[in-house]
């Protein structure tokens, strides 16, 4: 299995300001995901994050608002710019590892 | 695209059985994941199917049968503990999951 851990685990933040979130994984993996939780609703992926190469973005999701780092096999950030209180959500990594994906605790994240 | 659909609630009582369907459309089809997820913390891998047919895991068991586009998740034995959403993710191509918007299941003594 793999273990995750993320930080921040929660923040409160002013509109208009950005937060960066970091993924840290136990094991070195190719693939690390983002995934956003609305209140009441099921995950969304944000995009995925390969080690030396750009984050392959999903529809509905921009690199200039969501920008996301990848360093090396067992970390990635994500950041979530230029804030508004839609963005008020949890943030969630997640990895593949040996045909299971796993996820971390989460960022819960309100903006005001 | 994707398209997953899976009750949106349940109730059930502590030690009786409960299934709860899932039925998906994707482009590519490289199994399929379900995960529980208690209010307020991350999923749990609960199981995954790749071939057709009933993978037993304790009192979770879980179906698949992909020329139907179909999967269930049996739970037996109902526990209070269980009262959560159980999320049914195709895995389409790429490796990429996708969720359903869960169902929530509550289990009353």
């Known amino acids: 299995s793999a273990v995750i851990s993320q930080k921040p685990s929660r923040d409160i933040c002013q509109r208009g300001t950005s937060l960066t979130i970091q993924c840290q994984v136990d094991?070195?993996?190719?693939?690390m995901f983002w995934y956003r939780q609305q209140p009441g609703q099921s995950l969304t992926l944000i995009a995925t994050?390969?080690?030396?190469?750009?984050?392959?973005?999903e529809s509905g999701f921009v690199i200039d608002k969501f920008p996301i780092s990848r360093p090396n096999l067992t970390f990635s950030t994500l950041t979530v710019s230029n804030m508004s209180p839609e963005d008020s959500s949890i943030y969630l990594c997640s990895v593949f590892s040996q045909e299971t994906q796993y996820f971390g605790p989460g960022t819960r994240l309100l903006v005001l | 695209g994707q398209n997953i659909d899976q009750p949106t609630e349940m109730t059930a009582t502590e030690g009786a059985i409960v299934q709860i369907n899932c039925t998906y459309q994707t482009s590519g089809f490289n199994g399929l994941f379900w995960y529980q997820q208690h209010a307020g913390e991350a999923p749990t891998f609960l199981s995954y199917n790749v071939l057709d047919g009933l993978e037993e895991k304790g009192r979770f068991s879980s179906f698949l049968s992909r020329s139907k586009g179909y999967s269930y998740l049996l739970l037996k034995e109902l526990q209070m503990k269980d009262s959560a959403s159980y999320l049914c993710?195709?895995?389409?191509?790429?490796?990429?999951?996708?969720f359903g918007g869960g169902t929530r299941l509550m289990v009353k003594p």
């Open positions: 994050a390969n080690q030396g190469s750009e984050a392959t973005y």
């Open positions: 993710a195709p895995v389409g191509a790429g490796n990429m999951l996708t």
């Open positions: 094991s070195q993996v190719t693939m």
